[in-house]
């Protein structure tokens, strides 16, 4: 079993190019979640959803853009680079059947946009 | 706004005990977790708190007041593999998780 991958491992991306970040888990979780980590803050939702077919903003979406055609995948999209957004992104996600919904991530996906 | 307030580092000695605190303010409250988080890896829970009181768990526990808006963490025996970051993040009102920049512990033999 492997929980939650995540592909590129790091990737150096041109500014104004377009990058999708894959994110696959096996847990048959029903959300699934887009963060950023940037030195000396906190994670930083981007995009979420909570079930296959529905997508929703977090506190930073701006720039990117998710989908979530089945339970499995959540793609997240760049659709043209900028440095700011140089940071590592972690996919997680948690089974919303109810009470503790702990989130599980992802190993992170290092970008460099130059 | 909604805030998350822990210590940036703390030192702690091989085999001691060290307390991270948590402060809170945020739209709602739907629970507290704590995550480690080595450096360069993804974060892995720790401990949940959604009721005032301790949990324990092994060699770490940790403490909720909700009427206070505080957790801490304790970690007792401190081992050189402990030396990670703990980030404390709080669900609020929406079911989203607010996070800290978390607290970044160094271990010393």
């Known amino acids: 079993i492997a929980g939650i991958t995540q592909a590129p491992t790091s990737q150096i991306l041109a500014a104004g190019r377009r990058m999708t970040l894959r994110c696959t888990q096996d847990?048959?979780?029903?959300?699934m979640y887009w963060y950023r980590q940037d030195l000396g803050l906190g994670l930083r939702l981007i995009h979420y959803s909570n079930t296959a077919g529905t997508t929703g903003k977090g506190e930073v979406p701006d720039g990117y853009s998710v989908s979530r055609a089945n339970t499995d995948d959540f793609p997240l999209t760049l659709a043209s680079a900028v440095p700011s957004q140089t940071s590592v992104y972690f996919c997680a996600s948690s089974d919303r059947a109810g009470g503790q919904e702990t989130q599980y991530f992802g190993p992170g996906t290092r970008l460099l946009v130059l | 706004g909604q805030n998350i307030d822990q210590p940036t580092e703390m030192t702690a000695t091989e085999g001691a005990i060290v307390q991270i605190n948590c402060t809170y303010q945020?739209?709602?409250?739907?629970?507290l977790f704590w995550y480690q988080q080595h450096a360069g890896e993804a974060p892995t829970f720790l401990s949940y708190n959604v009721l005032d009181g301790l949990e324990e768990k092994g060699r770490f526990s940790s403490f909720l007041s909700r009427s206070k808006g505080y957790s801490y963490l304790l970690l007792k025996e401190l081992q050189m593999k402990d030396s990670a970051s703990y980030l404390c993040a709080v669900r609020d009102s929406n079911y989203q998780l607010i996070w800290g920049a978390g607290t970044k512990l160094i271990i010393k033999p």
């Open positions: 945020t739209s709602g409250f739907n629970g």
């Open positions: 847990m048959r979780h029903n959300a």
